[in-house]
T-cell receptor, first 113, second 114 residues
Framework: GNSVTQMEGPVTLSEEAFLTINCTYT??????LFWYVQYPGEGLQLLLKATKADDKGSNKGFEATYRKETTSFHLEKGSVQVSDSAVYFCALSLRDSSYKLIFGSGTRLLVRP | DAGVIQSPRHEVTEMGQEVTLRCKPI?????LFWYRQTMMRGLELLIY????????DSGMPEDRFSAKMPNASFSTLKIQPSEPRDSAVYFCASSLGISNTEAFFGQGTRLTVV
């Protein structure tokens, strides 16, 4: 079936540390991949996306590269800030008629000053 | 556009009562999704619509749950009768209905059933 697997949280880092949140997927076909972020008390917001192999999505210092050979889409940031504390969701969208998003379980990031 | 609008933001109700959650998608979006978020299960897709037609409701947990989309600008999720285990945050999201484009989420309705 189609699924997304994320590393378990919480991930606790000091400010300015390097961040990696792992995401791997299983999909029939050739999906588009997304990272969403959820701040406390809010809905999910799109952080970045990639639609084909070797594409790199980037936004607000975050990056993720679509790796078809390893079916991965790991999220990275070189220097995290306290304001990056949130829950991060990896997701895929199938290129069929459904267009639905399939989400991972989410990874909570806590950045300490 | 104001984004996806959900109401109410918070709902507290007694077990056995009917609850109706409302959603206004972004104008021009063809797909609408209802999700439920809990600590135990994370983010679950309950049902989604394409062009106002329900496409997949396999995520709806029980017959107590129903969803409608009478027109392109409005959808409801109803729980009747409600139970304490339905307590969760319910999100509505909409998208253009093309696989390369993202879904936009509302701020959610926090439902508490006591």
């Amino acid at each position: 079936g189609n699924s997304v697997t994320q590393m378990e949280g919480p991930v606790t880092l000091s400010e300015e540390a390097f961040l990696t949140i792992n995401c791997t997927y299983t999909a029939t076909g050739y999906p588009s991949l997304f990272w969403y972020v959820q701040y406390p008390g809010e809905g999910l917001q799109l952080l970045l996306k990639a639609t084909k192999a070797d594409d790199k999505g980037s936004n607000k210092g975050f990056e993720a590269t679509y790796r078809k050979e390893t079916t991965s889409f790991h999220l990275e940031k070189g220097s995290v800030q306290v304001s990056d504390s949130a829950v991060y969701f990896c997701a895929l969208s199938l290129r069929d008629s459904s267009y639905k998003l399939i989400f991972g379980s989410g990874t909570r990031l806590l950045v300490r000053p | 556009d104001a984004g996806v609008i959900q109401s109410p933001r918070h709902e507290v109700t007694e077990m056995g009562q009917e609850v109706t959650l409302r959603c206004k998608p972004i104008s021009g979006h063809n797909s609408l999704f209802w999700y439920r978020q809990t600590m135990m299960r994370g983010l679950e897709l309950l049902i989604y619509f394409n062009n106002n037609v329900p496409i997949d409701d396999s995520g709806m947990p029980e017959d107590r749950f129903s969803a409608k989309m009478p027109n392109a600008s409005f959808s409801t999720l109803k729980i009747q009768p409600s139970e304490p285990r339905d307590s969760a945050v319910y999100f509505c999201a909409s998208s253009l209905g093309i696989s390369n484009t993202e879904a936009f989420f509302g701020q959610g309705t926090r439902l508490t059933v006591v």
